[in-house]
Each structure stands twice: as C-alpha cells, then as structure tokens.
C-alpha cells in the first residue's frame, strides 16, 4: 500500500518591508507606521493594543506609533516586550515613535502639559519630564 507523504509545514514568507527614511545618523527607519490609538465610541480602548500589534508584528511592522495620550503605552511594552523575551524580535527590530504636549481635551483630561501655557514653567523641562514617563510606560 501507498504511503502518504506528509505534507512539511513551511513557514510563511517574510512580509514586504515598506520603504525606509535614513536619518541624520545613518539609521534606517520605515516610513510605515502602526498606530496604537483605539478610540471606539469616542472612548479609549487600550486593550485593543493586546489583540492588534501582534498581528501588526506577526504582518511585519516594524515601526510603532504611539503617544502619552493615547493611554496604551504600556500595553505597547508589554506586547513588545513578549516579542523580545520569546526571541520573535530583538529590540533593535523595532522603532517606536510616541508625541508628547498634547493638550488636555474630554478623551485626555490627566494631560501634563501646563508647561505649554505657563511662562512660569519651563516648556523644554516639561517636555522632557513627558517624554520620560513614556519611557518608562513603554518599558524601553
């Protein structure tokens, strides 16, 4: 009797790659982006973030967005940080990209940014501080 092959499973192939932008510094960064803000109803769903970048990473994105205000920033290092512990990527694989200053409004009102109005405060300070606690979110 016929014995029938097994069919080998083959991996996918890699995703295309979307262009790249090089930097002052020599670095390469794609000029396509995932975006990390879910906003549904108006009303912000960082948990989206645990079902959407990996299929955003399993697609091949390799630059993330995000921003203080989109309140998933450490959903963002979570996802990024189990690519990085399985061995799926390595951190050098990924850019991230997150803004800061952005106005207090009804979807975002814990914003810091009274340094923007405040001639009081120091605007270059406050974005500093800004930018550290999305460090810090991120886990990066």
């Not at 932008?21 to 009303?43: C, K, Q, S």
């Not at 769903?45 to 989109?70: C, K, Q």
Request: charged fraction near 20%; hydrophobic fraction near 35%.
């Amino acid at each position: 009797s016929a014995v029938a092959a097994k069919a080998v499973e083959q991996p996918p192939p890699p995703a295309p790659q979307p262009p790249r932008v090089r930097l002052a510094n020599g670095v390469e960064v794609p000029m396509v982006g995932f975006g990390t803000a879910f906003f549904y109803d108006d009303i912000c769903r960082p948990d989206t973030v645990y079902t959407a970048l990996p299929a955003a990473l399993d697609a091949g994105y390799r630059h993330i967005d995000s921003a203080n205000m989109y309140g998933c920033e450490r959903q963002v290092g979570q996802v990024l940080g189990s690519y990085f512990m399985s061995g799926k990527l390595k951190r050098e694989d990924i850019f991230i990209t997150t803004k800061v200053g952005h106005p207090p409004t009804t979807d975002y009102v814990n914003a810091k940014t009274q340094y923007l109005y405040d001639p009081e405060l120091s605007a270059y300070t406050g974005a500093l501080q800004e930018f550290y606690e999305c460090l810090a979110n991120l886990g990066v």
